[in-house]
């Protein structure tokens, strides 16, 4: 997405959720201010965790869901039917998973600055995923004030 029209984008979505996204593309809300909101899941009960094509596309729609920009998706899987490694690079941060199918378990990291929702992707990862139980944890990144 050429930068003008991401900067449209991002200033329409802020805008909608209560949140200034500054030139840097910190984000000020509830009087904070900061780099992004990470957010870690651990997603228990899990399925479709081998399959690295399945992995990536999951990834892909959390981001897009999110309102992130994707710039590449690189998976790495572990053998035959072995767990999934892999990134997104999005041009808000990224989004990462590493599987472990034997344990039906799988860790997400979310990372996203600017206007982009990190928690939008949650629905799109349990639709996948299909886990029994989810924990999440959420960080602000870079906080300044």
Known sequence: MPKDL???HAAAEAAAADVRVGPDYFIEK???RYAGGHL???LWGARNLTDPGRVEAALCDAARASGATILHAHMHQFGE???VSGVVVLAESH???HTWPERDFAA???FMCGACDPHLAVPVLREVFS???VEISEHRRGLVT
């Open 108 to 110: 997400v990291d979310i």
């Open 30 to 32: 509830d009087g904070y």
């Open 40 to 42: 870690l899941l651990d």
């Open 6 to 8: 991401f900067d449209e």
């Open 95 to 97: 989004i990462s998973i």
């Open 81 to 83: 039917g072995g767990g």
């Open 131 to 133: 886990p029994t139980s």
